[in-house]
Structures are given as structure tokens and as C-alpha cells.
């Protein structure tokens, strides 16, 4: 596997300021998603054009609250501007110019799952990179699975059953820290984890991007 881990991305007081953002400091909305928060963006519920809603086990979905930043399809938030120099520090950790096409932010919270990984998925079916920032230090594990979805493997449907059928194994589990970011190949299938015990909650930086370079040579 093959990523990007870096810590301290931004300085404490600006990390302080978004968490207050995203706390609901000045208004701050979220969007409450009562499915499977791991598919749906709020403006875009389909992989392809097939309907990801489609077979979720129970178990595997997370409902929870979304905001969306940024979408390539027209979406850009009035609250974009406040993440902006997060932004700039991401790329600045990438090595590369890079192409934001997506920026949303996902809150989910303790259910009762004690750790249990929600549906294994990737953000787009094009080729891309993929990035989670953590906001703040929580026991939400991001797991990544040794499965990566090949654009080359059939149309964007077939693609889609594959992924809710075949077996998964676990590669790496990566748990939410502060101010890290972590990035990897756009393809590989990860899965959230919702908190519990003393978190309450989990808010995380969901992020897609473009970049003509192999970012990984960079690091």
C-alpha cells in the first residue's frame, strides 16, 4: 500500500478555529444522512448510474451528518473560504499542484458499534486520489482493505456489484489523530469506523483530487 502520512499539517490555533467552525460556531449547518453516509454526498447518491443505497448491510451502515464543500458538479459552500489554507497546506504536503474536485466533511457518532468498520467503498469510480484529514483525536479507525476497484474491470454497474460481493481482508487501520493527513490510492477500498466510549463523535475531511504527477515518488 502505498500512501502519505503527515502530521502537524496546519498551526494549532487555526486547527482550534475549524474545530469551532464545524462545533457549530456561527451557524455552522450539517446535513443529517439517514442511510449509509459512506456513499452519499448530499447532492450525488450514485456510483456510476447505479443507486448506492443498493444492498448495504445493515450492519455495515453508518448514518450521520454531512457538509459539503466542494463538488465538481457545481457545489461550492459558503464556508469553503474558512478551509481554504487547510487547503493550501494539504498540497503543500503532497509535493504537487493538485486539483481539488471534492471536499466534504462527515460527522458520524457512537452507536454502539464498539469499532465495527462500516461499508467498504471508494469516493469516485475515475481515477484520482484520495485524502482524510482528521480534525481532532478520536477512536474511529480509518480501515483500508488489500481490494482496490480496476476502472479497466467493466462498466461502472458491474464495478459496483463486484464491490458489494467479493470478500474483503484488512490491510491497515489508521486511527484518527489531530491535525494528520492521510493519503492514498483513489482506488482502494477503505471504510470508516464510528466512535465509542469517551468519543462521542467523529469529524473528519473528506477529500478527492486530481494530480498529473505520481504523488508518491514525492514523499
Not at 454502539?112 to 486520489?129: F, L, R, S, V
Not at 487501520?173 to 482506488?187: C, I, K, Q, T, Y
Request: hydrophobic share 30%; proline share 5%; aromatic share 14%.
Amino acid at each position: 500500500m502505498q500512501y502519505i502520512h503527515r502530521k502537524d499539517v496546519i498551526n494549532p490555533s487555526y486547527l482550534s478555529r475549524l474545530n469551532k467552525i464545524v462545533g457549530g460556531q456561527n451557524g455552522f449547518p450539517w446535513y443529517f444522512i439517514s442511510e449509509d453516509i459512506s456513499y452519499d454526498d448530499a447532492t450525488d447518491m450514485k456510483f456510476g448510474d447505479t443507486e448506492l443505497r443498493h444492498n448495504i448491510p445493515e450492519k455495515e451502515q453508518s448514518i450521520g451528518f454531512v457538509h459539503l464543500l466542494l463538488d465538481q458538479g457545481g457545489v461550492e459552500s459558503p464556508w469553503l473560504p474558512y478551509f481554504l489554507p487547510l487547503t493550501d497546506a494539504i498540497q503543500d504536503s503532497i509535493g504537487y499542484p493538485v486539483e481539488f474536485f471534492r471536499l466534504r466533511l462527515a460527522l458520524i457518532t457512537d452507536i454502539g458499534k464498539n469499532g465495527h468498520h462500516n461499508a467498504p467503498h471508494t469516493d469516485h469510480e475515475e481515477d484520482h486520489y484520495a485524502a482524510l484529514f482528521y480534525l481532532h483525536d478520536s477512536n474511529g479507525d480509518t480501515t483500508f482493505f488489500d481490494q482496490y476497484d480496476d476502472p479497466k474491470s467493466g462498466t461502472v454497474d458491474q464495478r459496483w456489484w463486484k464491490a458489494r460481493s467479493q470478500e474483503y481482508t484488512i490491510q491497515k487501520r489508521v486511527p484518527p489523530e489531530a491535525n494528520s493527513l492521510f493519503v492514498f490510492d483513489g482506488h482502494q477500498f477503505h471504510a470508516s469506523s464510528n466512535p465509542y466510549g469517551e468519543h462521542k463523535y467523529r469529524v473528519t475531511l473528506n477529500i478527492n483530487f486530481r494530480c498529473e504527477h505520481d504523488i508518491f515518488t514525492a514523499s
